[in-house]
């Protein structure tokens, strides 16, 4: 009897404890996931009146996903190192590799996605409107 006791009590500790450390692994997994980062080169406006141009900088760690996005303007990129996997709305989800280039229409939703080993670097240049921003996040 005494020795149930031990157990259901050891049990009951190991599943608190689990409990209680729950919640953390979970915050901890979540502040894990890889970032992607966006950095404008140069922006300057053009002689076209009411235009912007733009050369930005884009980093998918291992395992980064852009989440899916529009942009105003027309981007055409370049990708400089790892291999780009593309969702693109009403096209076949398309790979491509360092060296490799291609370009988005305007208002279509897609998304950079890693799943290689390696981080992806893309250089992205952009002709949109002035006052509105670069890329817009679709929920």
Known sequence: MLRNSIEGLIT??????????????????AAQQPTVTRKVLRQRDLAI?????????????VGAR????????????????????????GKPTATYKAGDTFSVDPGKIHEGINNGTTPIKVLA?????KGKPITSQVK
């Not at 529009?70 to 990708?79: E, K, S």
């Open 49 to 61: 009146p009411g235009y912007t141009a733009a050369l930005v900088a884009v980093d998918l760690p």
């Open 12 to 29: 009951a500790v190991v599943v608190a404890a689990f409990c209680g450390l729950a919640p953390s692994l979970a915050t901890s997994a």
């Open 66 to 89: 852009e989440g899916k996005h529009t942009h105003p303007g027309t981007l055409i990129a370049y990708v400089q190192e790892g291999v780009l996997t593309l969702d693109y709305e």
């Open 125 to 129: 240049a952009f002709v949109v409107e």
